[in-house]
């Protein structure tokens, strides 16, 4: 079991983890050794991740979440296949923390008295510089 939160846990058996060749530099080594990692964890049909977890996941990560619920995390950051494997496990751990904090509720709140005096009064000021900067016409006298 993958301990997400104290109340989260998620089974290994749910985690797919598929070796893939890393690109970038490296030589020969890159072209024969499956280095990078790329895991697959279905969060939709996932029993231990709730509907609302699963939204916030979605809002969360993007692209990295397919149709389907499948979420697909690609490591190849390192050169060894098991540090790339640890950074792509603590990827999705950190992405399924993300989803289950619930967002603080945002209190709507008013200006005070004296800031909305202050608005006016600044308004009221540039209202007047913009005035005396105008042409003054001699025929409306």
């Known amino acids: 079991m993958i301990k997400i939160t104290d109340s989260i846990y998620i089974n290994e058996?749910?985690?797919?983890e598929s070796f893939i060749r890393s690109s970038g530099p490296g030589g020969q080594h890159v072209n024969k050794v499956a280095t990078a990692v790329?895991?697959?964890?279905n969060a939709k049909n996932s029993g231990n991740i709730s509907a609302e977890v699963y939204n916030r996941l979605r809002a969360i990560a993007g692209s990295k979440l397919?149709?389907?619920?499948?979420?697909?995390?690609v490591s190849r950051e390192h050169r060894s296949q098991s540090q790339n494997r640890q950074v792509a496990l603590e990827k999705l751990i950190s992405l399924l923390q993300q989803a289950a904090k619930k967002?603080?509720?945002?209190?709507?709140?008013?200006?005070?008295?004296a800031s909305v005096e202050k608005r006016l009064r600044n308004k009221?000021?540039?209202?007047?510089?913009?005035?005396s900067r105008r042409n003054i016409d001699p025929s409306a006298d």
Not at 124 to 131: F, Y
């Open 124 to 131: 009221r000021l540039q209202s007047e510089k913009k005035k």
């Open 103 to 113: 967002p603080k509720r945002r209190k709507p709140t008013r200006p005070n008295q």
């Open 38 to 41: 790329q895991l697959r964890f």
């Open 66 to 73: 397919t149709e389907d619920g499948n979420l697909i995390i």
């Open 13 to 16: 058996s749910e985690v797919k």
